[in-house]
């Protein structure tokens, strides 16, 4: 069973618009997520988890366990956001899985 | 070297044939995890080591596919019998600590299947 699920394989957006990157999780426990991001040629890195509540690079992430979603979203999108971004859940003993990966294509 | 450093980087092998691919971690980390990716499949989980053993196996395809950490330190994943599915970038990652899912990767190896 799946257990993070991001539904979009590609997002498109042009620069300014406003992002969304779209996960949902199915976790018994008390889920610890994260967002994961590569950028090209570069290794795969944490971009931000939900339990420090913080902002980078301009994103966000709110946990909502009554969706059961950790969607990734920045007001304002740079043409540098360009990337693979993965959701990931943390599960019992640390085992951290991820989704399939959404590549964001931001357009001048 | 300050990051995780995965070897070789390119591997080519015809079917059949067996590889192994190293990973040393940074040092210090106790954690160290091994996924597969490709395209299509995202990232998949292979198999985690917290220190030498390994409490989650579950990830590994088959019997083809073992691994083993010495040492507290490197790991060899290795491919018994490869075959063309299982082409793909072997991501080895590791982290310093358990529960705050900060994991640092290498820069993968990826291995072609004729």
């Known amino acids: 069973a799946q257990r993070v699920t991001q539904p979009e394989k590609l997002l498109s957006v042009f620069k300014g618009a406003p992002v969304e990157l779209k996960c949902n999780y199915s976790y018994s426990g008390s889920p610890e997520l994260f967002w994961y991001v590569q950028y090209s040629r570069q290794r795969l890195q944490l971009l931000l988890r939900?339990?420090s509540r913080e902002s980078i690079k301009g994103f966000t992430a709110d946990l909502n366990k009554g969706e059961t979603s950790f969607h990734l979203k920045k007001p304002f999108a740079q043409e540098e956001d360009s990337a693979m971004y993965y959701c990931?859940?943390?599960?019992?003993?640390?085992?951290?899985?991820f989704g399939a990966g959404t590549i964001l294509r931001v357009k001048s | 070297g300050a990051g995780v450093s995965q070897s070789p980087s390119n591997k080519v092998t015809e079917k059949g044939k067996d590889v192994e691919l190293r990973c040393d971690p940074i040092s210090g980390h106790t954690a160290l995890y091994w996924y597969r990716q490709s395209l299509g499949q995202g990232l998949e989980f292979l198999i985690y080591f917290q220190g030498n053993s390994a409490p989650d196996k579950s990830g590994l395809p088959s019997d083809r596919f073992s691994a083993e950490r010495t040492g507290g330190s490197v790991s060899t994943l290795t491919i018994q019998r490869t075959q063309q599915e299982d082409s793909a970038v072997y991501l080895c990652?590791?982290?310093?600590?358990?529960?705050?899912?900060?994991?640092?990767f290498g820069e993968g190896s990826r291995l072609t299947v004729l």
């Open positions: 990931a859940l943390m599960e019992y003993g640390n085992k951290l899985v």
């Open positions: 939900h339990i």
């Open positions: 990652a590791s982290s310093s600590r358990t529960g705050y899912g900060e994991l640092f």
